[in-house]
Structure formats: C-alpha cells, structure tokens
C-alpha cells in the first residue's frame, strides 16, 4: 500500500464523505480537511489524518480531490496565493468533483503551478451511490491526466472522459438539466392519474414499463411515496445547478422552453417552502395545490441509507 499516492480530499459532505471513505478503504493514505466537525470525525475515525486547512491538505498531496457545494466555495479553498491551488507542488493533480462552471476550472487551470494537472470531474449517483461505488463520473482533460485520475476514480462507480478540460461539467449539467425535467414532470404525472382515478401504486408500475420509465421512476418515486422528499440535495442546489444550465444555454441559438419550465418549477417550489427544503418539494409543491396525497404504503429505505 506504500506505493499508492498520498490523497488529499476537501468537501466531507453528503458526496464527498462516502468517496472520501470509499478511498480510504481502498487502501489509500488520505488527508482530509471538511469545516464541519462531525465530518471530520468520520473520516479520520475511518482512518483520515486531519489536516488543518484546506491549503494544508493540498501541500502534502499528489492527487488533491474537492467536492463542493457550488463554484464559489471552490473559488473560496483554491484561490490566491494562501490558496489550495498555489499549495499544490511539481507532478501533482488535481481533481475537481464539485458540479462547477467549465470557465473556473479552466481558468484555475491557468493559474496553477507550473507540473500541476488539473481535470474536472463532477459525479451523478446520488448518496447511495456515493457510499456503494456505483457513481458515473464525468471527466474532462487530456488523456494522460484522464489515465491518472481514472486509477483513482474508478474506486467510486463508472468513468466516463468527455473530453478537454471542462467537458466534465458541460455533460454533468446537461445530465442534470434532463433529471430536472424528469423530477418535474413525474409529479405531474402522478398528479394526472390520481386526479383521474388510477391508484398510484399501479400507476408507478405501469410507468416503470412504459416509455415513461427513468431514473427518476425508479431511484427518486419513493423518496415522494415516503414523504420525506430526499433531503440529501436541496431545492437550492437544483436552482444552483439550473443557473448553471441556463448559462451554458446561452450557446445554443435556440428556445428550450422545457428547461425554462423546470428551473420555474423549482423557483415556484423554493419559494413555497424555502430553498434548504428537499429536492422533491418540486412535486409537493403539486400535491398540495391540487389536494391530491401521493403517500404510497411501503418499506421506503432513504437513498442515502441503502
């Protein structure tokens, strides 16, 4: 195990926590660096050494990985010269898994020491993908840094390059944009058939036969049956992440009305019942308006406990 490179790993959260572990328990010598304590205390009570900074993490590394909320914490952990970035010494690599805007890495990218490589590396899954290994990951850059990073990555779920640095973040957005689209209208079609007489249980079936199948049937319906809603992503990481796709649509010299939908949607959602509310609340939103209840009777194990 000696011979495995030293990891850095900043972002604890409900991602980066169970990939920080998965690493750890692939055999890797992992410093980690999270502004919550409780996080802290699961990786090292796995085996982490704690490091005091997120540029302290990224001194001692070869592979520096983050996994972050939004662009601007990462802006935040690698910017200037105390930054992780200017920490980051000669054949060292960094991997960014935070859903981030293409420019920043670029541009970070440029900024960075001379021999560091950088890849963009965003994920989708969810967290029980993230804690069982079965991510889709998302890489842009060259092909040498793909082959480096991939050693790495390929301990949490399935490794896709998409191409020069950045186009990482370009397919995890438009997987994303398509998943928003989903989540909406899956709560209107429910709403459509309940309103009309099928009982929900043999509606979901039916859906999950059909051409309306997705992963949104499958993965998310019963965090809806629950009621719980999936709080592991909030109605404000969705409309981080719409921003996102709507400023990479500015490229496209056509209307998307469907994406336009969605991100309303999820604004109308947010603010009926607050931005930290859970994702589904785009389909609450639907069942409370219409006075329909979409509680389905079942063992609904949480996506994040599976």
């Known amino acids: 195990m000696t011979d495995f490179p030293k990891i850095g790993f900043v972002g604890l959260g409900n991602m980066g926590g169970p990939m920080c572990l998965r690493l750890l328990a692939a055999g890797y010598p992992v410093t980690a660096f999270d502004l919550n304590p409780e996080a802290m205390a699961r990786a090292t009570a796995a085996g982490a050494r704690a490091a005091s900074s997120a540029a302290d993490c990224a001194a001692g590394s070869h592979i520096f990985l983050t996994s972050l909320p939004r662009p601007d914490h990462v802006e935040t952990v690698m910017a200037g010269e105390q930054g992780a970035l200017a920490r980051l010494k000669k054949d060292s690599l960094w991997i960014d898994l935070t859903t981030n805007r293409k420019e920043m890495v670029e541009a970070f990218a440029a900024q960075a020491p001379s ?6 590396a965003p994920v989708t899954g969810a967290v029980d993908g993230a804690r069982n290994g079965k ?14 990073a991939e050693a790495v990555l390929r301990h949490l779920g399935m490794v896709i390059h998409c191409g020069p640095l950045g186009t990482g973040n370009v397919v995890k957005l438009v997987t994303n944009q398509l998943w928003f689209i989903y989540a909406a209208a899956i709560g209107e079609g429910f709403a459509t058939g309940l309103a009309n007489g099928v009982e929900l249980g043999t509606l979901w079936h039916a859906i999950q036969n059909s051409v309306g199948d997705s992963f949104v049937v499958r993965h998310d319906a019963p965090s809806i049956f629950a009621g719980h809603y999936d709080p ?10 719409l921003r ?10 056509a209307a998307l009305p469907m994406t336009v939908a969605a991100e309303g949607a999820f604004a109308l959602a947010a603010s009926r019942y607050g931005a930290a509310a859970a994702e589904l609340h785009v389909v609450k939103r639907i069942e409370d308006d219409a006075g329909l209840s979409m509680r389905l009777k079942g063992d609904w194990v949480p996506p994040w406990e599976q």
């Open 115 to 120: 021999g560091v490589s950088v890849v963009d």
């Open 232 to 241: 592991s992503f909030s109605l404000d990481l969705c409309l981080k992440d």
């Open 244 to 253: 996102l796709i709507q400023e990479l649509n500015r490229n496209v010299r």
């Open 135 to 148: 991510l889709t990951l998302f890489v842009g850059g060259s092909a040498p840094d793909f082959a480096r």
